[in-house]
C-alpha cells in the first residue's frame, strides 16, 4: 500500500540505460527486444506484432474486456478489487469506469511484474486515491480489502473528510471483483521464470519466486504415485501413469531438459500429440508448484464476504480444472441464495479475437451476482 499522505518526490533525473546488443537484425532474445518492453514509446513497431496477432514480449493482451465490462458493469464510484492484476488491462479499463470517486485495488502475487504494473498506472493518472497495488494471494482477499479499510478510515478521521468524500471508506467490501487466472504473458514468455516450453530456462515456474520452491526441486521430491494423480487431476494427462516414474524424483535443472525427458518417454507420439503432452505437464507442474486449486477454492469460498450487497463477480479460466471448480461455487452459492444470479451460461472469446489473440483460445468467463440490493 503506497504512502498516500507523502509529498510527491521531486523527478529524479532516468539514468541512461544501454540498449542490450545483439547480433543480426532484428533482436531474439526476449529482453534484447527493447521496443516491444517499452510499447508506449514504440507504438508503431508495436502495433505491427500486435497486428500480426502476437503478444509483444513483456507485456500482456487482456482477454474478453467487453465481455467483462459488460457483466462487471462498473460505476463511477464504486470499489473494484482486480485481484490478477497482471499487466493492468483490465484495471485500466475498469479504473476509468469507476472514476470519478472509485477505487480499484489491484492484488498479484507476483513481486517481479507488480511494481512495474503499479508503475505504468500511476503514470497513466491513476493516483493513490484511485488505484492501490497489493503484492498478495487473491486467498487474501478479505485481508486486503480490511487493510485499505483501516488506511482510508485513518485518513478519513484524520481529515475530518465526511463519508461522502472518498468511495473508498466502504472498502471492507467490493462492489465489482474479476479474476482472470493463470499466468500472464510477462511470466509464460521470460525465459528466466522458467514457465515456457519454448524457451530454455531454469525449471522454477513460481509467480513468487521468493517463496515456496522451484518446480525442479519439487518434481525431485515427489513420489511416482503422487505425481501420476497430480498429472491426471490438475491437466487431465492421459499419459499420467507412463509420465510419472519417469520423471518423479528425478533432476531437471532446465525447462529443456524437461520437455525432453517428456517426449523421451513417449517416442510413438507424433509431434503434435509430444507437444500437447508437454505443455499438460508444464501445466500440471505450474498449478502444483503455485499451489493454485487451493487458493482459488479459498477464494471462491471468500467471495461472498468480500462482495457488497448487489455486487458483481467474473472469473476468466483458462482450463477444465479451474471451470469445473468455479461452476460448481456459483452454483453452490445461487441454491444457497448466496448469489441472486450467475451466469446461466459459459462466456467463450469471440473467433475474432481468438484470431487476433490466439493466447484467449481456451477462456471461459463466469458471473455471479451477490444477492442483496446495491447501496
Ligand atoms: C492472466 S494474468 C492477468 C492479466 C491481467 N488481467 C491483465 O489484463 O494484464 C494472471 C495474473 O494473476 C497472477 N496470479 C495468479 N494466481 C494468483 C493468486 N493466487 N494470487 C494473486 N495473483 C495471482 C499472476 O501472477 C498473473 O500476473
Same mark, same amino acid.
Given at each position: 500500500?503506497?504512502?498516500?499522505?507523502?509529498?510527491?518526490?521531486?523527478?529524479?533525473?532516468?539514468?541512461?540505460?544501454?540498449?542490450?546488443?545483439?547480433?543480426?537484425?532484428? %533482436?531474439?532474445?526476449?529482453?534484447?527486444?527493447?521496443?516491444?518492453?517499452?510499447?508506449?514509446?514504440?507504438?508503431?513497431?508495436?502495433?505491427?506484432?500486435?497486428?500480426?496477432?502476437?503478444?509483444?514480449?513483456?507485456?500482456?493482451?487482456?482477454?474478453?474486456?467487453?465481455?467483462?465490462?459488460?457483466?462487471?458493469?462498473?460505476?463511477?464510484?464504486?470499489?473494484?478489487?482486480?485481484?490478477?492484476?497482471?499487466?493492468?488491462?483490465?484495471?485500466?479499463?475498469?479504473?476509468?469506469?469507476?472514476?470519478?470517486?472509485?477505487?480499484?485495488?489491484?492484488?498479484?502475487?507476483?513481486?517481479?511484474?507488480?511494481?512495474?504494473?503499479?508503475?505504468?498506472?500511476?503514470?497513466?493518472?491513476?493516483?493513490?486515491?484511485?488505484?492501490?497495488?497489493?503484492?498478495?494471494?487473491?486467498?487474501?482477499?478479505?485481508?486486503?480489502?480490511?487493510?485499505?479499510?483501516?488506511?482510508?478510515?485513518?485518513?478519513?478521521?484524520?481529515?475530518?473528510?465526511?463519508?461522502?468524500?472518498?468511495?473508498?471508506?466502504?472498502?471492507?467490501?467490493?462492489?465489482?471483483?474479476?479474476?482472470?487466472?493463470?499466468?500472464?504473458?510477462?511470466?509464460?514468455?521470460?525465459?528466466?521464470?522458467?514457465?515456457?516450453?519454448?524457451?530454455?530456462?531454469?525449471?522454477?515456474?513460481?509467480?513468487?519466486?521468493?517463496?515456496?520452491?522451484?518446480?525442479?526441486?519439487?518434481?525431485?521430491?515427489?513420489?511416482?504415485?503422487?505425481?501420476?494423480?497430480?498429472?491426471?487431476?490438475?491437466?487431465?494427462?492421459?499419459?499420467?501413469?507412463?509420465?510419472?516414474?519417469?520423471?518423479?524424483?528425478?533432476?531437471?535443472?532446465?525447462?529443456?531438459?524437461?520437455?525432453?525427458?517428456?517426449?523421451?518417454?513417449?517416442?510413438?507420439?507424433?509431434?503434435?500429440?509430444?507437444?500437447?503432452?508437454?505443455?499438460?505437464?508444464?501445466?500440471?507442474?505450474?498449478?502444483?508448484?503455485?499451489?493454485?486449486?487451493?487458493?482459488?477454492?479459498?477464494?471462491?469460498?471468500?467471495?461472498?464476504?468480500?462482495?457488497?450487497?448487489?455486487?458483481?463477480?467474473?472469473?476468466?479460466?483458462?482450463?477444465?480444472?479451474?471451470?469445473?471448480?468455479?461452476?460448481?461455487?456459483?452454483?453452490?452459492?445461487?441454491?444457497?441464495?448466496?448469489?441472486?444470479?450467475?451466469?446461466?451460461?459459459?462466456?467463450? %472469446?469471440?473467433?475474432?479475437?481468438?484470431?487476433?489473440?490466439?493466447?484467449?483460445?481456451?477462456?471461459?468467463?463466469?458471473?455471479?451476482?451477490?444477492?442483496?440490493?446495491?447501496?
Amino acid at each position: 500500500m503506497p504512502d498516500e499522505s507523502a509529498p510527491a518526490a521531486a523527478a529524479a533525473p532516468v539514468p541512461h540505460k544501454r540498449r542490450p546488443r545483439y547480433s543480426g537484425k532484428n %533482436p531474439r532474445r526476449f529482453e534484447e527486444k527493447y521496443k516491444e518492453h517499452d510499447p508506449e514509446r514504440y507504438r508503431e513497431a508495436v502495433a505491427k506484432i500486435l497486428a500480426s496477432g502476437k503478444t509483444p514480449a513483456g507485456t500482456h493482451r487482456p482477454i474478453m474486456v467487453a465481455e467483462i465490462l459488460e457483466v462487471l458493469a462498473p460505476q463511477p464510484g464504486e470499489i473494484a478489487a482486480d485481484c490478477t492484476l497482471g499487466y493492468g488491462g483490465h484495471a485500466r479499463e475498469i479504473l476509468q469506469k469507476i472514476s470519478p470517486g472509485g477505487h480499484l485495488l489491484g492484488l498479484d502475487a507476483d513481486p517481479i511484474e507488480l511494481p512495474k504494473t503499479e508503475a505504468r498506472l500511476r503514470a497513466l493518472g491513476f493516483g493513490p486515491e484511485t488505484f492501490s497495488a497489493h503484492r498478495s494471494n487473491f486467498a487474501g482477499l478479505p485481508q486486503v480489502l480490511v487493510s485499505v479499510a483501516a488506511v482510508y478510515d485513518r485518513r478519513k478521521s484524520a481529515k475530518k473528510m465526511r463519508r461522502s468524500q472518498t468511495a473508498a471508506t466502504a472498502a471492507t467490501g467490493a462492489d465489482l471483483i474479476l479474476a482472470d487466472l493463470g499466468v500472464s504473458s510477462m511470466q509464460i514468455d521470460d525465459p528466466a521464470r522458467g514457465f515456457s516450453v519454448k524457451h530454455e530456462g531454469p525449471l522454477d515456474m513460481r509467480m513468487n519466486p521468493q517463496r515456496g520452491q522451484p518446480a525442479s526441486a519439487w518434481l525431485q521430491k515427489i513420489a511416482p504415485t503422487a505425481l501420476a494423480e497430480l498429472l491426471a487431476e490438475n491437466s487431465d494427462e492421459p499419459h499420467a501413469a507412463v509420465l510419472a516414474p519417469a520423471l518423479a524424483g528425478k533432476s531437471f535443472s532446465t525447462t529443456r531438459q524437461l520437455a525432453a525427458a517428456i517426449r523421451a518417454t513417449l517416442p510413438r507420439l507424433g509431434p503434435d500429440d509430444a507437444d500437447l503432452t508437454v505443455r499438460r505437464v508444464f501445466q500440471a507442474l505450474r498449478i502444483a508448484v503455485n499451489d493454485e486449486f487451493s487458493a482459488l477454492d479459498t477464494f471462491l469460498r471468500n467471495l461472498p464476504v468480500c462482495l457488497n450487497p448487489g455486487g458483481r463477480m467474473a472469473i476468466l479460466t483458462f482450463h477444465s480444472g479451474e471451470d469445473r471448480r468455479v461452476k460448481k461455487a456459483f452454483v453452490a452459492g445461487l441454491r444457497e441464495g448466496v448469489y441472486a444470479e450467475i451466469s446461466p451460461k459459459v462466456i467463450r %472469446p469471440t473467433a475474432e479475437e481468438i484470431h487476433g489473440n490466439p493466447r484467449s483460445a481456451p477462456a471461459k468467463l463466469r458471473w455471479a451476482r451477490r444477492s442483496g440490493a446495491a447501496n
